[in-house]
């Protein structure tokens, strides 16, 4: 098992941030170095925990939690990856111990694979079993114990985040030797794993509490609060109590042991909602909004909202816990590139797909129903029509978080690059075709696959993703500075709301209370409901919509079990728009339906069984350590 064992410190040229005056993680180059030397200073030792916050959740290119040119929830039924469908395994049916797909070395960089987890974790040990032996000069102990702190949160992220792949793993608080007998190594239970990812937590908070001014972009004892919170939160949830092979204890806890998990989920989030790590707030206000809003307050809320995710420099009150791009030092990331439209010289990777868009509501709370009485796949308005009821566009009329979400066939946008811009005099996205009256094609947007700029980058849901994307950087060749936001306020909420809907009775309405924060910030009125089973739908509903494309949906479709029942073949939205100013909407959820329209399929996807809900430990692992325990469905 040695990829599992890897040491990095020995063979690598590592990229390592250190502090600077400005409170971000700026990076320099530092030669490859050993082990002796790493201890001998702890302003090395700094740095080498830099290049262990590089390499979280498996990440191996120094990127984004949740995020390479492809989206983690383009594993799940909101978007689609253009470029790399086919690696979706776990939506194929077809997964395999030797074949992960998205999660293999020859998906999508390495990330969340299980060596990749491990390999960061033996640099965490080797930090942790030999920080307490580094000569310090005078007042560098503040310096040590603060970094011993935050390799506790990192070991604990990358435990965590191998039990909600895997169940239950391989435990070890020790540097693994080069040359170990891995004969006798087995996995703990997953209740076991939960213990000592909570241990860590607690160590984390206990050392961080006496650092609240951490620098920002640095572990704090409030990253590791959210962390205890969302871990807790994954293992109250029906996969892991009874949903799955119930008696197997290293995907299962004991029975009876739900309610326990869920108050303890519901407390651990409480404390974060009172203040105990750090003072945290939504962006916005949160009282119930007066409706019906005016399309000026619904461009607020949405701005509002965008502004979470397009922040420069100093964290928004609501970030717990991100990652910063400076520029300086080439610390930037692409993400324009990689989701921007195709007319814009960009990748159009990870389109909304229709159904998710679908699940937007309206501004006024109802649910948006697609059908007006032309059926389930078409939709026409006539520019007169329109003009009496613009509501007839399904694109009018939204909630705001969907006009900060999604780049929709009309959505305003930025201005072309000179090469596009004589086709897009109004700077709006064009994910349509122009035809005139008889029906003869005109020409095909520019963000098209049809289009006369890198078709072949086009959408193939028909959408485009706007959050996440900074509206100050154009083009190809510019790169983003906005953070990744991996725990915000938010999800604190949500999550509290979440185990108390679950624990049910006195503690429903606390819950919906926490939920209606979060939708009122959003511009959107109170769930209202005495029903347990209505309250979960409605916290479901916001999780998809408040977190889209930041990486929870694929975590909770799994916990929750619900991925056979959303999880189907991805189709394009097709749009007409007419010279006279009429339009046609088509969508086909089955090839059989409207083939003269030209629909294809974009994706074809399939739920192969409740075993795609645990990744499969990696083939070549169990070969190096024949005694593990595989899990259910991959033998």
């Not at 999880?567 to 086909?588: H, I, L, P, Q």
Request: glycine fraction near 8%; charge should be negative; hydrophobic fraction near 35%.
């Amino acid at each position: 098992m040695k990829k599992l064992l890897y040491y990095i410190i020995a063979i690598v040229m590592l990229m390592l941030p250190v502090t600077s005056c400005d409170d971000v993680l700026d990076k320099q180059s530092v030669d490859s170095f050993n082990e002796q030397v790493v201890f001998s200073d702890i302003n090395v030792v700094k740095a080498y925990l830099g290049k262990c916050y590089d390499r979280m959740g498996g990440n191996t290119n120094a990127g984004i939690l949740g995020m390479r040119e492809d989206l983690l929830s383009s594993a799940t039924d909101q978007t689609l990856c253009i470029h790399r469908p086919a690696n979706y395994v776990n939506l194929k049916g077809t997964q395999s111990p030797d074949q992960l797909g998205f999660f293999a070395s020859n998906g999508m960089g390495g990330y969340l694979r299980w060596p990749n987890l491990y390999a960061n974790i033996q640099n965490i040990n080797n930090i942790l079993a030999n920080i307490d032996d580094v000569p310090l000069t005078a007042g560098q102990d503040v310096l040590a114990r603060r970094l011993k702190g935050e390799a506790y949160f990192l070991r604990a992220f990358e435990y965590a985040t191998l039990l909600m792949l895997h169940g239950g793993v391989i435990l070890s608080s020790e540097p693994w030797e080069l040359g170990q007998d891995y004969s006798t190594v087995n996995r703990s239970t997953i209740a076991q794993t939960l213990e000592f990812v909570l241990a860590d937590i607690a160590s984390a908070i206990n050392i961080l509490k006496d650092y609240p001014k951490i620098e920002q972009g640095r572990a704090s004892m409030g990253a590791a609060a959210a962390l205890k919170s969302r871990v807790l939160l994954f293992c109250a949830s029906e996969l892991t109590n009874g949903g799955f092979q119930p008696s197997n204890t290293l995907v299962s806890f004991p029975a009876g042991s739900r309610e326990t998990l869920l108050q303890q989920a519901r407390d651990a989030a409480k404390d974060v909602m009172d203040g105990d790590y750090g003072d945290y707030s939504l962006v916005g206000s949160t009282d119930d909004p007066a409706l019906p809003l005016t399309e000026a307050q619904v461009q607020a809320y949405s701005d509002n909202y965008y502004s979470i995710f397009t922040q420069h420099g100093k964290w928004n009150s609501e970030t717990i816990w991100a990652i910063q791009y400076p520029l300086t030092g080439g610390n930037y990331i692409t993400t324009n590139r990689w989701n921007g439209p195709n007319g814009y010289h960009n990748w159009g990777n990870n389109g909304p797909t229709e159904p998710a868009v679908r699940s937007f509501e309206m501004a006024d709370g109802t649910p948006f129903v697609w059908d007006n009485g032309q059926g389930e796949y078409l939709r026409t308005a006539t520019a007169a029509q329109l003009a009496a009821d613009p509501l007839l566009n399904p694109y009018n009329g939204r909630e705001p978080r969907f006009y900060a979400i999604v780049l929709y066939h009309g959505a305003p946008w930025q201005a072309r690059p000179s090469d596009a811009a004589a086709f897009d005099p109004y700077n709006k996205v064009q994910t349509g075709s122009f035809y005139n009256p008889d029906g003869s094609l005109i020409i095909a947007g520019v963000d098209t696959r049809q289009g006369l700029i890198e078709a072949w980058n086009g959408t193939k849901s028909g959408y485009y993703l706007k959050k996440l994307m900074d509206p100050a950087t154009q083009g190809q060749y510019f790169n983003n500075t906005n953070h990744w936001v991996e725990f915000r306020y938010a999800e604190i909420l949500l999550n509290y709301a979440e185990a108390c809907i679950e624990l049910g009775g006195d503690n429903l309405q606390p819950g919906l209370d926490a939920l209606n924060m979060v939708r009122n910030r959003a511009g959107l009125p109170d769930r209202v409901t005495d029903d347990q089973d209505e309250a979960r739908a409605f916290v479901r509903h916001e999780r998809a919509i408040e977190f889209f494309a930041e990486g929870h949906r694929f975590w909770d479709l799994r916990r929750w079990m619900e991925s056979e029942n959303v999880v189907e073949d991805v189709y394009e939205m097709k749009v007409r728009e007419y010279s006279n100013g009429d339009f046609e909407w088509y969508y086909a959820a089955d090839l059989s339906e409207g083939a003269h329209r030209e629909f294809a399929r974009a994706d074809a996807r399939q739920w192969g069984g409740d075993h795609l809900y645990w990744l499969p430990i990696p083939r070549d692992e169990m070969n190096k350590a024949p005694q593990l325990v595989q899990n259910p469905g991959y033998n």
